[in-house]
């Protein structure tokens, strides 16, 4: 039985192994030391709830299989996906194993209902070039980011879509 809680601050050890898992989406490019050292990847494996983030994990038997989340970055530690500091960067991840069976689509639409219930108007991301889970960004509303597209800088906007 899949389970869905709330992320903490506790949860780092998680979003190190999420933040991995979503850098070496296609093939394995970098090492947990670089997600751990280089500032560029460090900044989306904590959560600073007192600066609004938020996001949620899926666990089954005790095990993270999913996790999405959500960071407001300042501009001088700007993420992938930054937009301005008004947006919060989503990242999603989702276990190689569970893949397919709608778990991503699922914690994309609490993470988006949860941002609605917050007040939040928009999300952005980043997604590489040739990565599948475009098409679920996509399918769940989001657009991409004029002028950024090369960078993969898609965001969602509250408004242009309904409540699942």
């Not at 988006?112 to 997604?127: C, D, H, M």
């Amino acid at each position: 039985m899949v389970t869905t809680r709330p992320l903490t601050a506790a949860d780092e050890g998680l979003l190190r192994i999420a933040t991995l898992g979503n850098v070496n989406w296609g093939k394995e490019r970098f090492t947990m030391s670089d997600v751990v050292n280089r500032p560029e990847f460090a900044h989306y494996t904590r959560l600073d709830v007192g600066r609004g983030d938020f996001g949620f994990a899926s666990e089954r038997d005790g095990n993270a299989i999913g996790a999405v989340w959500a960071v407001f970055l300042p501009v001088e530690d700007a993420g992938f996906g930054y937009v301005d500091t008004q947006t919060p960067e989503v990242s999603l991840w989702v276990d190689a194993n569970e893949r397919g069976r709608g778990l991503g689509r699922r914690l994309l639409r609490l993470l988006q209902n949860e941002a609605r219930r917050r007040g939040i108007r928009t999300i952005s991301l980043s997604v590489e070039a040739g990565n599948v889970a475009k098409r679920l960004y996509e399918a769940e509303g989001f657009r991409d980011v004029r002028c950024r597209e090369r960078n993969g800088v898609m965001i969602w906007t509250a408004e242009a879509t309904s409540s699942a």
